[in-house]
């Protein structure tokens, strides 16, 4: 669909003050925020500028959301007369992000289009995380800084899109067994959606359960478990069989693939 059809563009162009999105954006915003529409909830935008943004989710959400706007410019209180909670300070401190939510609480989407630097993002995503409610959103948005060498110094082992890939690493170790983090966030996050540009992650603490086989008790017909088969049109398969070998050569066959992969990763 072409951006100018969704409901957050038109939003957009209704705002009475300026507002700068990127246009891929008003697809993603409509996929991940459609449900929260005329919702009572509450949504948090780091990053008020000219204050464009407060008007088209105001317009956007509708009248029972509480848009709450903050920003390091004082100014920005002027925005307070319309009906916004606006809130001053810097997304990268971690006694802001405290006293935040000891005055709001709970919230249930978090947009940071703030200032965009690896530090700022990935403190303003450990800290909001576990504020968000369950179904709530952490979205963090011109992720591409990740990538981009001037003033933003990237790419860099700590940029926010390598601390997301962590995040994969991370929720993926409810599985038993695997490499668990020292400082993890896998009780809150159910789902990562990747976009050029916008990384969102769903909060669900009750679908983040520790991960367990099950089995259903049916009848079992025992098949034979292919997993380790050879192709029979593999050297190894023929050298196995000439040799009358009994390896089951798991490991090399890794390595053998391991080397073919190596393509899809350049
Ligand atoms: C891209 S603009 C926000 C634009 C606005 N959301 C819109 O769509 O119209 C970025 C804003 O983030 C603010 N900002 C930059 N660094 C910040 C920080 N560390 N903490 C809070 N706000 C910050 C800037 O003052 C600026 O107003």
């Not at 962590?166 to 490499?179: A, H, Q, W, Y």
């Amino acid at each position: 669909m072409s951006f100018k059809k969704t409901k957050s563009y038109k939003s957009f162009l209704k705002s009475k003050y300026s507002c700068i999105k990127c246009i891929n954006y008003f697809n993603i915003y409509d996929e991940l925020f459609k449900k929260y529409r005329n919702q009572k909830i509450i949504f948090v935008e780091i990053g008020i500028f000219s204050g464009g943004s407060l008007f088209m989710w105001r317009d956007y959400f509708g009248k029972k959301a509480r848009i709450i706007g903050i920003d390091l410019n004082p100014e920005s209180k002027r925005f307070e007369k319309y009906g916004f909670e606006i809130f001053i300070g810097d997304q990268s401190s971690d006694k802001f992000w405290k006293n935040f939510f000891k005055k709001i609480g709970k919230v249930d989407i978090v947009l940071d289009d703030g200032g965009h630097t690896n530090y700022q993002q990935i403190i303003t995503t450990n800290q909001c995380i576990p504020m968000i409610k369950d179904g709530g959103k952490m979205v963090v948005e011109d992720v591409h800084t990740s990538f981009i060498k001037y003033n933003w110094y990237n790419p860099s082992k700590y940029s926010f899109i390598n601390y997301s890939k962590k995040i994969i690493e991370d929720i993926n170790s409810r599985f038993p067994g695997l490499k668990s983090f020292q400082f993890s966030l896998k009780k809150y996050i159910y789902k990562i959606d990747f976009f050029e540009s916008i990384v969102s992650f769903d909060i669900n603490r009750k679908l983040c359960k520790k991960n367990s086989f099950i089995e259903n008790n049916k009848k079992n017909i025992k098949p034979i478990e292919y997993r380790n088969f050879l192709n029979k049109r593999t050297i190894l398969y023929k050298l196995k069989t000439f040799f009358k070998l009994k390896t089951n050569f798991t490991y090399p066959v890794f390595i053998l693939n391991a080397f073919k992969l190596k393509k899809y990763f350049k």
